[in-house]
T-cell receptor
């Protein structure tokens, strides 16, 4: 598609439940990024993919968080056993190649109660 | 360690005047800089970018200036319009490709 598509837009989970977010990058883009926005104006890089391969995972919490980009499927970000502090907006983004402009989706709002 | 800094959390400008948003960075490995505009409850929208080999890039009402020696960039919007009211983020990346964001400047364009 012509834009980065993220689903769901809103997700509410009880503490300890699993949360899974999905992202379809712009068609033709081979890089996918996940960012977390916790405080109103702070973006934290989580992970990036080059096609289905992890490119940079330096921002991913070691426990509970995982992500995949499989061929012919939307990319996903999964949080096992959610905690209250996981409440945030999770943005997916994509770019055509390394060093190019990165385009963002509308975000998925996760609320952990 | 805030590698990209936007020291003005907010800015108010009258319609028709110039808006100047500033950004400083510390990492000399950054080679590509971008400005994003963000409305509440929406994702960041790409506005304009500049490569480190340039010192100016212009697109309509938006111009970005880069001063590499000072590690400083600025976004000029002229003339400012009420629809420009949003939060503006400066972002940078180097060879690792991931973006490092500033903390944003809220621009309010008044009538």
């Amino acid at each position: 598609g012509e834009e980065v598509a993220q689903t769901p837009k809103h997700l509410v989970r009880g503490e300890g439940q699993k949360a899974k977010l999905y992202c379809a990058p712009i068609k033709g883009h081979s890089y996918v990024f996940w960012y977390q926005q916790v405080l109103k104006n702070e973006f934290k890089f989580l992970i990036s993919f080059q096609n289905e391969n992890v490119f940079d995972e330096t921002g991913m919490p070691k426990e509970r968080f995982s992500a995949k980009c499989l061929p012919n499927s939307p990319c996903s970000l999964e949080i096992q056993a959610t905690k209250l502090e996981d409440s945030a907006v999770y943005f997916c983004a994509s770019s055509q190649s390394a060093g190019n402009t990165i385009y963002f989706g509308e975000g998925s709002w996760l609320t952990v109660v | 360690d805030q590698q990209v800094k936007q020291n003005s959390p907010s800015l108010s400008v009258q319609e028709g005047r110039i808006s100047i948003l500033n950004c400083d960075y510390t990492n000399s490995m950054f080679d590509y800089f971008l400005w994003y505009k963000k409305y509440p409850a929406e994702g960041p929208t790409f506005l304009i970018s500049i490569s480190s080999i340039k010192d100016k890039n212009e697109d309509g009402r938006f111009t970005v200036f880069l001063n590499k020696s000072a590690k400083h960039l600025s976004l000029h919007i002229v003339p400012s319009q009420p629809g420009d009211s949003a939060v503006y983020f400066c972002a940078a990346h180097g060879t690792a490709s991931k973006l490092t964001f500033g903390t944003g400047t809220r621009l309010q364009v008044t009538l």
